[in-house]
């Protein structure tokens, strides 16, 4: 795999890189511990944009174990897991959303110190991760999804920690309804790009599937 960190040949490689399947595997376990960190921060603090972390690391969690299940499957395969979990991705930007609006119709307002230690503690935990896939940043979708998530978790962090100052001096939820919306946004637009990777990098696969329902030409 070295030769192909850099570039676009990861897809079409058979064989399975033993480091990486380490650094999913704990990346698999921290946001595993940090979901449950955040789950409870959020709704001790009553803060959305640490809840959204919080979903946000349970569905990377899964990503992860799903990225290591496939990892030894064929390219076809691994892009219509990475087609999955752009959907995913997208429902999660969705969810967000609607949560930022509900803590916008009750008018809530976050426990700041909370918010800002569970965002610093998170973020240390991505920053880990993210170091330790950043080589694996350009390989196949499936690849490709793994480092987005990872990279949206980090920007989500200190996003969460600004949000934590930007209560703890005005007294209102309006940063962390804004960092939250941002989140959520952000899922969608990474969500977006996955689906178009794997959707590119399934057309080689369904051409001769189709071209072997077309009648041959005299």
């Avoid at 800002?116 to 690849?143: E, K, P, T």
């Avoid at 930007?166 to 959520?184: N, Q």
Wanted: hydrophobic content about 50%; aromatic content about 8%; glycine content about 12%.
């Amino acid at each position: 795999m070295p030769g192909c960190c850099t570039g676009g040949c990861a897809s079409e490689q058979t064989g399975v890189d033993p480091k990486y399947r380490r650094i999913l595997w704990i990346a698999l376990v921290v946001n595993a511990l940090m979901f449950a960190v955040e789950l409870a921060g959020g709704w001790t603090s009553g803060s959305v944009s640490l809840l959204a972390d919080a979903v946000d690391f349970l569905g990377d969690a899964a990503n992860y174990l799903v990225a290591i299940v496939i990892l030894a499957m064929s390219a076809a395969t691994r892009a219509r897991a990475a087609l999955v979990k752009g959907v995913t991705m997208g429902g999660y930007g969705i969810f967000v959303l609607g949560m930022a609006g509900w803590h916008f119709a009750t008018s809530t307002v976050p426990e700041a110190s909370t918010m800002g230690a569970i965002g610093l503690l998170a973020l240390a935990a991505n920053g880990l991760v993210a170091a330790l896939l950043f080589a694996y940043r350009n390989g196949d979708a499936n690849m490709r999804s793994v480092w987005l998530c990872t990279r949206n978790d980090a920007i989500g962090n200190v996003a969460v920690m600004f949000a934590a100052l930007g209560v703890f001096g005005t007294g209102t939820g309006w940063p962390d309804l804004v960092v939250a919306s941002v989140m959520g946004i952000l899922g969608l637009t990474s969500a977006r790009m996955v689906i178009a990777h794997a959707r590119q990098e399934l057309k080689p696969s369904m051409r001769p599937a189709t071209e072997a329902l077309e009648p041959e030409r005299p």
